[in-house]
């Protein structure tokens, strides 16, 4: 009888110890859910953002409101100054495990056709969702993406189009959108780098973008 009551302890034990675990785990996930153990988001102060952004503070606060939460933030830069009809001006800002999150380029249209020009400035995203918009030469504007072409120097031979730069702000993964400012906020960072390229490329034309 011993080994019985023995027994039945073992499995009285092994039973209550059981459901604390149960209810261990469900207030660990109670807490999670609550987001005691949630991922702090990481910072952007303006000294991280791209020298080749302009106002890197006002981008810093804009890139906050709408970039997804990621517990760190950095960026790489390129700005290869204007030589012949040559011109690159770009921005990078990435996540977790370097996942890039949203690009910020400018380059030279050259004489590629509009349809063309359309794939080359956003390296093959569609159109769907984006909307004609007055700015530069052309534009579009969407909540992941704007695209801007900016006047920028003439053709050197007589009857060609003008070149422009082919200007972009694309977000590789759907924006913080519960404010519901990701559009407007693309289209001023689309703007104001247009802005900035349009002065590193030393245009000859006017850029025609709207006042910000």
Not at 27 to 42: D, K, M, S, T
Not at 123 to 149: H, M, N, T
Request: hydrophobic share 40%; proline share 6%; charged share 25%.
């Amino acid at each position: 009888m011993g080994w019985v009551r023995g027994r039945r302890r073992s499995v009285l034990v092994l039973v209550w110890g059981g459901v604390l675990a149960v209810i261990a785990g469900a207030g660990f996930g109670i807490a999670a859910w609550q987001g005691v153990f949630a991922e702090e988001r990481g910072d952007i102060a303006a000294s991280d953002v791209c020298s080749n952004v302009p106002d890197r503070a006002k981008t810093a606060e804009a890139l906050r409101s709408v970039l997804p939460k990621e517990s760190t933030y950095s960026f790489e830069e390129t700005l290869l100054p204007r030589k012949n009809d040559h011109f690159t001006s770009l921005c990078t800002v990435y996540g977790n495990d370097d996942k890039a999150l949203l690009r910020l380029r400018a380059l030279p249209r050259g004489g590629v056709p509009w349809d063309e020009w359309w794939s080359h400035a956003l390296f093959g995203l569609k159109r769907d969702g984006l909307e004609p918009y007055q700015a530069g030469e052309r534009a579009w504007v969407g909540s992941r993406a704007v695209v801007i072409g900016v006047p920028c120097w003439p053709a050197e031979a007589p009857g060609e189009a003008v070149r422009d730069l082919a200007v972009s702000v694309r977000a590789s993964e759907p924006l913080d959108t519960g404010s519901g400012n990701a559009r407007r906020v693309l289209l001023t960072l689309a703007t104001d780098f247009a802005r900035q390229a349009h002065m590193d490329a030393r245009c000859d034309l006017p850029a025609r973008l709207p006042e910000g």
